[in-house]
């Protein structure tokens, strides 16, 4: 029996998001699969009269919404899960790369990528998140390496935007792939367009990368790809030793090289901006350059918070992410929302901008990534529909929505993920093809995989 071309999720409680959030009690959302946006969204009765011919998802009551978007994520760190590493603890943010994350790249083939690729588009599937902006690395297995975490996000069906980290911490040879491999794939989705992928360019930090390189990204990127194309996706100032390093060398802070280079823009990540100068923060609202958060990441590499607060204020689009620690943005949240509590040691720190970080900025961030809307229940958008097994034991109303998220609703609660009109998950079971997407297989096969790449550290 062939697939319907309209799924109407129905009998909901639906939450729009977008400019204006609305809760639409007993409400529905269909979804046209030609199209893979949404057609109507309205009460239950007034939707299925309008697309009588349909699949319909019965919510049975419960919280219907837009699924999630990662605003920065590492794939490439799943095999890093459970790995002891050798000698003493890293006390600082150069030893944590230095023994952790640049022995772990070196180590993986393009089976281990593409299985890091698998591995974490299921856990996203899972926790409700359907749209992702990944950051990788894999020095000895640059070439094709995002042909094959493509095969991962295509073949699941969930959208995602690649690079790869360019550097030249271990060779300029190993810079040049680097930019080779961007660059070709940068032009494989001009040319093969698809709703579900979309492609910037990636380097690691302004501490990893030479002037030399930076001179030939610059001239690469403006011959070889189309204009509108143009961005970089970067780390910036995690810690305040990429700030002293580019002071030190290039006489100028990371923001300001990235400038210099013609770097930043409407389509440029910098990603923590942790120890960045109000100067820099001017820099990046006057280049309209997108800036994201990684609360958990950088809690967990004790190297602080960005003033997000401030940039906000000035205009700066802040969004988050969850810097490869998971592919869950509603734990990010709640990490986040406490995290800048305790660290300003104020109660009110950072209450509703957490939001939306995570409901309005990532949405404005992946339109400018896939040009069409993304993130909100309207006409027109992407249809990009989750569930989650969550009543409301309150009133959740347009104002305060966010501290459902942060009170009531877990993970545990997503039940059905549906990505462009396609259904990857139902009643908490994976609707993914096999054998690829085959859990237990994947995750096995990373078990076998996992002895030869901790053996290489």
């Known amino acids: 029996m062939s697939e319907k071309q309209y799924v109407i999720v129905t009998n909901g409680r639906v939450l729009t998001l977008g400019s204006e959030p609305k809760v639409i009690e007993n409400g529905a959302v269909c979804i046209d699969r030609k199209t893979g946006k949404i057609a109507f969204v309205d009460e239950c009765e007034k939707v299925k009269s309008a697309c009588p011919d349909a699949e319909v998802i019965d919510a049975d009551g419960k919280l219907v919404m837009p699924g999630f978007i990662c605003a920065h994520t590492h794939f490439y760190s799943m095999f890093s899960r459970g790995k ?25 083939s393009l089976e281990d990528v593409y299985l890091s690729a698998v591995s974490c588009v299921i856990q996203a599937i899972k926790c409700g998140t359907t749209t992702l902006i990944d950051h990788h690395a894999s020095p000895n297995a640059v070439a094709g390496s995002l042909d094959e975490i493509a095969k991962a996000t295509l073949g699941a069906g969930v959208r995602a935007c690649l690079c790869y980290e360019v550097t030249d911490r271990n060779s300029e040879e190993e810079a040049n792939a680097g930019i080779s491999e961007n660059i070709r794939f940068m032009q494989r989705c001009a040319k093969e367009p698809s709703p579900l992928l979309a492609a910037t360019f990636g380097l690691h930090a302004s501490f990893t990368v030479n002037e030399k390189i930076m001179e030939t990204i610059s001239a690469r990127l403006r011959r070889e790809v189309p204009p509108e194309t143009v961005g970089v996706h970067i780390h910036v100032s995690e810690s305040s030793f990429d700030q002293d390093d580019a002071e030190y060398k290039c006489g100028m802070t990371p923001v300001q090289r990235l400038e210099k280079h013609g770097l930043l823009g409407h389509r440029s990540i ?33 190297v602080g918070f960005a003033k997000v607060q401030r940039m906000m204020e000035k205009g700066v689009l802040v969004g988050l992410g969850t810097d490869g620690m998971s592919q869950d943005m509603i734990s990010e949240f709640k990490q986040g929302y406490v995290g800048h509590k305790l660290a300003q040691k104020d109660p009110q720190a950072m209450s509703w901008q957490l939001g939306e970080m995570l409901f309005k900025s990532n949405a404005m961030i992946a339109e400018r990534f896939f040009g069409f809307p993304i993130g909100h229940l309207t006409p027109g958008a992407a249809g990009d529909v989750i569930i989650l097994d969550y009543y409301p034991p309150t009133p959740i109303t347009p104002g305060n929505w966010p501290w459902h998220f942060m009170f009531g609703i877990t993970p545990a609660d997503v039940n059905t993920t549906i990505v462009a009109g396609k259904v990857l998950m139902k009643d908490h079971i994976l609707n993914l093809p096999k054998p690829q997407f085959d859990e237990k297989a994947v995750f096995e096969r990373a078990r076998e995989r996992s002895k030869d790449v901790w053996a290489k550290f």
């Open 84 to 108: 002891a590493l050798a000698g003493p603890p890293a006390k600082t943010f150069i030893q944590v790369l230095q023994r952790l994350w640049w022995e772990l790249d070196k180590a993986l």
């Open 270 to 302: 910098c990603v923590h901006c942790v120890a960045i100068s109000e100067s820099d923060e001017d820099i990046l609202k006057e280049t309209d350059t997108i800036v994201v958060h990684n609360p958990s990441s950088n809690m967990n590499n004790a």
